[in-house]
């Protein structure tokens, strides 16, 4: 492979794991809040089983790419699981847990299950609209697109499971610490739930809003802020409520 291509595919390939990382950022706070009820060593043992789902979610997205360009409803399924799990905890009275302590851990890796697969499939979409454009090589073909693209998505998708696997554990650990956290973690859950419907009213087999807008910067900057804000407001307002309660 020739200097300039591998450099191509060297940057594009730095994009690709930066941006598996804010993905997998969401995915790792999903999967944190749906562990969270559980005991400590089944908390554990979800985290590394949705690690593990998510991986052969993302790599069999991979094969089946040109299938999953005209699946909306897969999206669409995972954007309105998420959106209902945030408003059905917000809409509860009593936040305690008891519900939640009754939810079985077979239960829990179910739902897991289903949110990591819209979130593989919000990944890989990404991921191959930004790789897609670069030069074919000589490596023949992997899973109906050029191999080098293919590896290139691969690492990115690997990348993204490493950052799942330490941020997930992470925010259980924060939301064990500050309970009160919580209604800010799943308005977190809702607005990616958000964003996922953005993705798909983007879809190129529905185009009802514009693809090039859910990918600009007038978006991520408007997805990334409320993020922020909420994420910031929900961490001081929860730290004031411990206060009060001791």
Avoid at 13 to 37: P, Q, T
């Amino acid at each position: 492979m020739e200097l300039s291509l591998l450099l191509e595919y060297g940057w594009v390939l730095l994009i690709l794991i930066l941006l598996e990382g804010l993905l997998s950022a969401d995915n790792a706070l999903v999967l944190a809040i749906m562990a969270k009820h559980l005991p400590a060593e089944q908390q554990k043992k979800a985290i590394n089983i949705g690690l593990m789902l998510a991986f052969i979610f993302r790599i069999g997205a991979i094969f089946i790419i040109s299938f999953l360009f005209h699946v909306w409803w897969i999206q669409a399924i995972g954007a309105a699981y998420l959106i209902f799990i945030a408003l059905k905890h917000l809409l509860k009275k009593d936040h305690g847990g008891k519900d939640k302590a009754g939810k079985s851990y077979r239960a829990t890796v179910a739902q897991i299950a289903l949110a990591d697969i819209a979130f593989a499939v919000d990944s890989i979409l990404a991921a191959v609209a930004l790789v897609i454009a670069l030069p074919g090589t000589p490596m023949g073909e992997i899973g109906g697109m050029d191999g080098a693209q293919f590896i290139v998505i691969l690492i990115g998708a690997i990348a993204g499971l490493i950052v799942i696997r330490f941020a997930a554990g992470f925010f259980v650990k924060v939301l064990t610490q500050r309970p009160a956290l919580e209604t800010a973690a799943m308005l977190l859950v809702g607005w990616v739930g958000v964003k996922l419907l953005m993705h798909t009213l983007a879809h190129p087999a529905l185009h009802i809003i514009s693809h090039d807008f859910v990918e600009g910067p007038i978006w991520n900057t408007i997805f990334w802020s409320v993020m922020l804000l909420i994420a910031i407001g929900g961490w001081f307002l929860s730290g004031k409520k411990t206060k009060q309660s001791t």
